[in-house]
């Protein structure tokens, strides 16, 4: 497709060729469509109902609901940077805001994202705007299949990991007691674990990059100094990220923002605050958590009430523009590139 100029809006369908053909050549076919043509959309339902037809796929014998897949691309007008690989903390987090307006529109339309991840993220760089990709995973609030869960492990929400409700009308205790608890009704993704993805990228973001001292400018960021800020830092988000470290932060034993605060050496008045509003979008976020499960039952599973969410994602959006602001114009390097940039420099 090299050398080729596109409409926006263009969609390729990718289909396997026994479905069109019914024989069993495996090599798939590519279709150029127009995504906003009905009679393509029209024509691949029609393809996927023939009684004739079988998937390419093998149909799963423990889950015989995931059959056909169906590869897209899509072309748009811009051409973006995933979040991680943004290297200002304001246009980062401002586009992680804009993030939160889209999960917020999926959830009024009734979907949940499923799979929130730096990479998932892309930041306009014109515009230094944020959108969400890859909805794959993306599966209705109504989707009558608990327990198949989806996502980026580092950023899953603690529930999912642990597979059991967490805020069920009582305080948690052990991982343990959260099963037997939960054992008579499945856990099922809901809106707010998209918004816990989004609290842990927010909480990648302070780790993934350094604030430049005001006399420390860019052309001295590969000094013995900054390498051991930026080695330190990634040990510390390591730590953080561990899995049943996480637990035991969400959960309650073990208290964020005090842990975020001792892994920043001589922490500022700005880190400080930063850390309050992320702790501040923890406990918007927990509190909803319970409103919702305390009258979970096993006929409705939170089907129909995910809209209780809704101001969580004001509180999330509100406390994210607001950490943007506080990095405003701030000069900041990423971790990863300060190290890759001293490895190089020893071969």
Not at 146 to 157: K, L, N, Q, R, V
Not at 179 to 206: C, K, V, Y
């Amino acid at each position: 497709m090299a050398g080729r100029e596109l409409p926006e809006g263009t969609c390729w369908i990718k289909t396997d060729l026994i479905v069109q053909t019914g024989t069993d050549d495996r090599s798939g076919a590519l279709d150029c469509l127009s995504a906003q043509n009905s009679e393509a959309v029209l024509g691949r339902k029609k393809l996927l109902q023939k009684g004739t037809t079988k998937p390419v796929v093998p149909i799963s014998p423990f889950l015989p609901e995931i059959h056909h897949r169906v590869h897209y691309r899509t072309v748009m007008d811009n051409i973006g940077e995933p979040l991680h690989h943004i290297e200002r903390l304001d246009v980062a987090f401002n586009a992680l805001a804009d993030v939160v307006q889209a999960c917020k529109m999926m959830c009024i339309a009734g979907f949940n994202h499923r799979d929130l991840s730096p990479g998932n993220i892309i930041v306009d760089k014109k515009e230094g705007r944020g959108r969400l990709s890859d909805l794959e995973f993306a599966k209705d609030h109504m989707s009558d299949l608990p327990g198949h869960h989806a996502g980026t492990p580092d950023f899953m929400a603690v529930e999912l990991i642990e597979n059991a409700y967490g805020f069920r009308g009582r305080p948690p205790r052990t991982v343990g007691a959260i099963r037997q608890l939960n054992q008579t009704i499945p856990l099922r993704h809901n809106a707010g674990h998209d918004l816990e993805s989004i609290l842990w990228i927010a909480i990648f973001l302070l780790y993934n990059s350094l604030v430049l001292d005001h006399d420390m400018s860019i052309e001295r960021s590969g000094d013995d100094t900054l390498f051991v800020k930026a080695s330190q830092q990634r040990q510390y988000r390591d730590e953080l990220f561990d899995p049943s470290r996480r637990t035991r932060i969400f959960m309650g034993d073990t208290n964020l923002y005090d842990t975020m605060l001792g892994h920043f050496s001589s922490p500022s008045v700005q880190i400080c605050g930063d850390i309050g509003h992320v702790e501040t979008m923890q406990f918007k976020l927990k509190a909803t958590y319970r409103v919702f499960e305390t009258v979970l039952s096993e006929q409705e599973r939170g089907q129909t009430r995910n809209a209780v969410f809704l101001s969580a994602h004001n509180k999330f959006e509100g406390c994210l523009r607001t950490i943007s602001d506080l990095f405003n114009g701030e000069k900041c390097k990423r971790v990863d590139d300060i190290l890759w940039a001293k490895r190089h420099s020893q071969d």
